[in-house]
């Protein structure tokens, strides 16, 4: 039973696919709860309010998943829950609307002073001539980050008779024009704009775009909005140009520390504030909900996540026609790992036929979490592979190739490490399922499944009696036998599956076998 721990406020009714679901049990309660057993914990849903850093993973060692219900994940530590092979989920565009309407009335709101007049008025004042606002129609909206939210935000600017300036480097001018926006560069919306909104994520290039020197490039009387994260506005800079007059007035929901407590805005009467209100909506809170929940459902039930941070997207469809192939690279992966017996230096993979149509980056990740599985204490999967790889100082190197010696596909993958040197290649055949075709330089053919036995000998009469002989007085069943060689009477290959694990006993006593050049035992599981 997955025990899914739901730590911050989401909406309960969002959270229906995972009341349904008979694997799993919801715990709602915050990670600080001294109830919660944190190192049972498979699923930690979450929104901005807990901040889920090294030191909280640290404590949950069987977490395979995060959900933030809301797009922000940057109250997730995501390289460290990646290091853990932790998948991060995001519900990407449920509060979409709910945000560009609260920025919408949030830019009303200050032109029109209406939290100040509100005030005013519930204090018994009618003070009419202290609250003359200004027009939205005719202005100029500056929008920095044009994704989701802020293209939502230019619609709505545009039916109000604003004209919009945007500036995201990442916006292609097709995109521009179908929005109806003027592309620009930053110091163009800068200079030109009566109001500048940032709606951008808070990265290490976005933390204080707005600063003393780009606030300086603005015109007198400019306003600013800020409902995207706490610090792409630099907080000290804004108050400053606000004191200093140049700023006429702000709107801001979010701020760099939650909740700010007595913070140096506030003493501004021309800036208005709200909690982090942006996606406060019964219909987004629903949305993110859902949306997260049957992730979470979906990535239990073996199924590919939509909205993973940290993985590739894959439909459905794709998903299904990766599937052999995915179970056929972790095999490789596992059956390498357990015949090369030092560290490996490169892996070299080739993918060739109907397979490299597919997302072959995918099946390399699968390959090498099938490679590390038994060697290394981490849990390796297709969120941390590569990283694990690269931290070992493996190079991985990926080829398509239209070579795929006879079969309709086959993945070829050869491992160096200093003494040795191995390549396995296999194959899907339908109906028929995955088959080993080559192992270190011989042709063969059986399946990789269960528990097998690899010997490599020289090819005589009698070695394989010999070998039959000890697995007999032994009680071992031999449930299937392959055999492969180069030329008569050289190296050859015998690959035996067993219907259970090969006791040390047995191994010892083919070892010391005449003829017999290596043994491998090899768990496929
Ligand atoms: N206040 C709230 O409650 C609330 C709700 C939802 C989202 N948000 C925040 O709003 C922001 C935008 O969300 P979204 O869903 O529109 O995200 P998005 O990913 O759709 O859009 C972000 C845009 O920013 C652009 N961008 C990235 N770096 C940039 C840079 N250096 N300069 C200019 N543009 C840059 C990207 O190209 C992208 O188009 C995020 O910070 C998100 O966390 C806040
Ligand atoms: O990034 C987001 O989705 C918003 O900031 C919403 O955050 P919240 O879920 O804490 O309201």
């Not at 309010?49 to 993973?57: E, K, R, S």
């Not at 390289?79 to 519900?91: F, L, Q, S, W």
């Not at 080829?399 to 086959?410: D, E, L, P, Q, V």
Request: charged content about 25%; aromatic content about 6%.
């Amino acid at each position: 039973m997955y025990q899914i721990l739901v730590a911050d406020a989401i909406s309960e009714d969002g959270l229906q696919p995972l009341l349904d679901f008979k694997n799993g049990q919801l715990i709602i309660k915050k990670v600080t709860d001294p109830d919660v057993e944190l190192d049972k914990v498979d699923a930690l849903l979450v929104r901005s309010a807990t901040q889920v850093t090294n030191d909280l993973l640290e404590k949950m060692p069987q977490l395979k998943i995060i959900a933030r219900a809301g797009v922000g994940v940057d109250n997730i530590d995501v390289t460290a829950a990646t290091k853990r092979g932790i998948i991060v989920v995001n519900a990407p565009d449920g509060n979409t609307i709910s945000t560009a309407e609260h920025t919408f009335a949030m830019m009303a709101s200050l032109m029109r002073n209406i939290p100040q007049a509100h005030q005013s008025v519930k204090n018994l004042e009618w003070r009419r001539n202290d609250f003359i606002g200004t027009e939205l129609y005719g202005k100029m909206l500056g929008i920095l980050g044009m994704g989701r939210i802020g293209s939502e935000l230019a619609k709505r600017a545009k039916v109000f008779g604003m004209s919009v300036h945007v500036y995201d480097p990442f916006l292609t001018k097709e995109r521009a024009n179908k929005l109806g926006v003027e592309s620009s560069s930053l110091d163009e919306v800068l200079e030109l704009a009566d109001i500048i909104t940032v709606h951008t994520p808070l990265t290490p290039q976005t933390k204080g775009l707005i600063n003393e020197d780009t606030l300086a490039k603005t015109k007198k009387g400019v306003y600013f909005l800020n409902c995207a994260r706490g610090g792409i506005i630099d907080e000290d800079a804004l108050a400053k140009f606000l004191g200093n007059g140049h700023v006429a007035g702000a709107a801001i929901d979010v701020f760099v520390t939650e909740p700010p407590g007595e913070h140096q805005l506030f003493k501004f009467d021309n800036v208005i504030v709200t909690p982090h209100l942006g996606a406060s909506t019964k219909e987004a809170q629903l949305n993110v909900a859902t949306q997260v929940a049957k992730e979470v459902r979906t990535y239990f039930e073996d199924k590919p996540v939509s909205n993973s941070i940290n993985l590739p997207a894959m439909s459905r469809d794709i998903f299904e026609k990766i599937r052999p192939f995915h179970h056929l690279s972790t095999k490789i992966g596992l059956i390498l790992s357990q015949c090369i017996k030092e560290g490996i230096d490169e892996l070299s993979i080739t993918y060739s036929g109907t397979v490299s149509d597919l997302e072959t980056s995918y099946l390399t990740k699968a390959l090498l979490a099938g490679f590390f599985k038994n060697r290394i204490d981490v849990h390796v999967n297709e969120v941390n592979a590569l990283l694990t790889a690269k931290e070992r100082g493996i190079t991985i190197g990926e080829k398509i190739s239209t070579n795929s010696f006879g079969y309709a596909n086959a993945i070829s993958v050869t491992a160096k490490g200093e003494k040795q040197h191995y390549s396995i290649r296999g194959t899907y055949i339908d109906h028929y399922g995955p088959r080993i075709v080559y192992l270190n330089d011989f042709n063969i053919d059986f399946h990789p499944e269960g528990n097998l036995l690899y010997i490599q000998h020289m090819d005589r009469p009698g070695v394989i009696g010999r070998v039959g002989k000890i697995l007999g007085d032994n009680e071992v069943n031999i449930a299937t036998m392959q055999v492969g060689r180069k030329q008569v009477g050289g190296e050859a290959i015998m690959v035996l599956s067993f219907d259970k694990p090969l006791d040390d006993e047995s191994l010892t006593s083919l070892t010391s076998l005449d003829d017999i050049v290596s043994l491998n035992r090899i768990r496929i599981n």
